[in-house]
Structures are given as structure tokens and as C-alpha cells.
């Protein structure tokens, strides 16, 4: 089998890649103001890159103004506008955005959360527990995704909770960003109008948000995060990325975020975003 590498389609300079994934941590909130980031060579070693490469990554946030660069062993986060305003609007509103594994959903989701305030909902982080656990008493491996098993059985339970917690936040009033896969969610048009029509009935808005990411980003993400749940997607990138489509979009209205390399920063796309659904809404 080739290399997963020789298989990533629109590569883009490893110390973009590297930058945007710093660049989002700090917009979502991961990475704070006055946070020191590792050395270069620590930097390096966590990327599995040469330390020229992180240097190149570190040159495009400092002149970006997110890192203060003491000296190559001292790098300093710099974001003093880390504040978290509430935006309370007429009608709650309900974000949905999915999008494949390391596309970037939970990141556009936090920077989405810190800048209007509302809860956000995150499948892995709700049900993480309990799946692993269910998982292991039905004989399954705890970070199994692939099984019929985990298909068929857990991951229906998984949606209906993430659901039913978004159901519960909707009939409070609130406003509320969900993120998930939505992968078979977003290709079935019944679901999507069920969906609609029952927020609608509470009085909410629904908005589709499909997460754009070219497959060299999202493998570069994933190898980050270093997840149990994606080691099989990681051994076997070129079979995993010949099984899903690349260029799916749902088939009713929806906004696209563009997370590649080479696209317009993360927070940059979620102000224009809200600007286009909400702006005039918000009080």
C-alpha cells in the first residue's frame, strides 16, 4: 500500500497546515492569553516535523499578532480580546454543523461559542463515555467506529441524545451550536425537514453548516489530536478517504466553511457567518 501522503489531494506547506491548527486553538479558546507554547524543538517532536518547519509556522502567527516571540524557546499566545459575549436573540437558533473527521466542526463550534456565548453540543464530548463503555459490553473494541455493531446499534442512541440535548437547551430559550458528524444525517432529506419542523415548532431557527476541509488538512489534524477513535482511520488513510466522498454537500440549503490551509482563517468565516444569519436578529 502507498503512503498516505502520495494519496492527499491539494497539498498545502506543512507550516500552514501547522499554523492553522494553532491559529484555531486560539480562537477556540484552547490556547489562552499569556499561554506559553512548547519550545520549537518540543513543537517539532508533537508534529513530527523539523524544527525549521515550526519555525516557519511560528513566523506566520507572530506576524499575525497571535504569538509574541520572546526568544525560539519562549513564545507567549497573544489574544487579548479572549472575551466571551452573550448575543441573546428574538428566537433561539440552532447550528448544526457536520462535516468528516478532522474537518474542523468542533473548532469552528467554540470559536462560534466565544464570540456569541450560546452552549455548544458536541457528540464525541456527550457520549464519548457511555459509547465506550456500551461498546465494550456488546464485545467491541471501546474506540470501534467501523463495526456494524457501532453502526447499526450505538450510533443512533448517540444522535437521539445529542438531539434531545439540543431539544432541551431549544425549549429553554437558548440559542445552541451542535456539532457532529451528521454524515448519514446530512444526506437524507426527511431527516433534515424532520429536523427543521421540530425546532420550528419550538420556535427556533435552523441552520445547516457543512464543513469543507481538503484531505491533506484533515490528516495532518487527526495525527494531531491523536484520538483512539481515529487509529484506524490513520493505518488505513488511503481506504478511508477512498470510502468517503470529498465533495458531498447536503442536499437542502446549507452555508459551507472552507478549513483548508489556504482558506480564510476560522474566526474571519464565523463572524461573516453570524453577520449573514443572525446580524439583524441579535439584541
Given at each position: 500500500m502507498s503512503s498516505p501522503r502520495s494519496q492527499l489531494t491539494r497539498p498545502e506547506p506543512l507550516h500552514r497546515q501547522i499554523a492553522r491548527n494553532i491559529r484555531n486553538d486560539i480562537e477556540a479558546g484552547i490556547l489562552r492569553d499569556g499561554d506559553v507554547l512548547p519550545s520549537t524543538r518540543e513543537l517539532a517532536e508533537h508534529w513530527g516535523v523539523s524544527v525549521f518547519t515550526i519555525s516557519e509556522a511560528m513566523k506566520l502567527l507572530d506576524r499575525e499578532g497571535l504569538i509574541v516571540s520572546k526568544s525560539r524557546s519562549k513564545r507567549i499566545v497573544h489574544a487579548p480580546d479572549q472575551k466571551q459575549r452573550k448575543t441573546r436573540l428574538q428566537k433561539p437558533h440552532v447550528?448544526?454543523?457536520?462535516?468528516?473527521a478532522g474537518s474542523g466542526k468542533t473548532e469552528l463550534g467554540r470559536i462560534l461559542a466565544r464570540i456569541v456565548g450560546w452552549p455548544i453540543l458536541d457528540k464525541d464530548t456527550l457520549t464519548r463515555p457511555f459509547v465506550e463503555a456500551t461498546l465494550q459490553i456488546l464485545g467491541q473494541l471501546p474506540h470501534d467506529r467501523e463495526s456494524e455493531t457501532y453502526i447499526n446499534t450505538v450510533r443512533p442512541r448517540e444522535y437521539e441524545a445529542l438531539i434531545a440535548a439540543t431539544a432541551e437547551n431549544v425549549q429553554c430559550g437558548n440559542s445552541v451550536i451542535v456539532t457532529a458528524p451528521f454524515i448519514r444525517e446530512f444526506t437524507e432529506e426527511t431527516w433534515i425537514s424532520k429536523m427543521?419542523?421540530?425546532?420550528?415548532?419550538?420556535?427556533?431557527?435552523?441552520?445547516?453548516?457543512?464543513?469543507?476541509?481538503?484531505?491533506?488538512?484533515?490528516?495532518?489534524?487527526?495525527?494531531?489530536?491523536?484520538?483512539?477513535r481515529d487509529a484506524v482511520k490513520l493505518a488505513n488513510w488511503s481506504d478511508y478517504l477512498a470510502g468517503i466522498d470529498t465533495f458531498f454537500r447536503p442536499p437542502t440549503?446549507?452555508?459551507?466553511?472552507?478549513?483548508?490551509?489556504?482558506?480564510?482563517?476560522?474566526?474571519?468565516?464565523?463572524?461573516?457567518?453570524?453577520?449573514?444569519?443572525?446580524?439583524?436578529e441579535s439584541s
Open positions: 447550528l448544526l454543523i457536520g462535516g468528516y427543521q419542523t421540530a425546532f420550528t415548532d419550538m420556535g427556533a431557527t435552523t441552520t445547516l453548516i457543512w464543513m469543507d476541509c481538503d484531505c491533506n488538512t484533515m490528516y495532518t489534524y487527526l495525527r494531531h489530536r491523536k484520538a483512539p440549503p446549507h452555508i459551507v466553511v472552507n478549513n483548508s490551509a489556504s482558506s480564510t482563517p476560522l474566526r474571519d468565516q464565523a463572524r461573516e457567518l453570524l453577520d449573514n444569519i443572525i446580524g439583524s
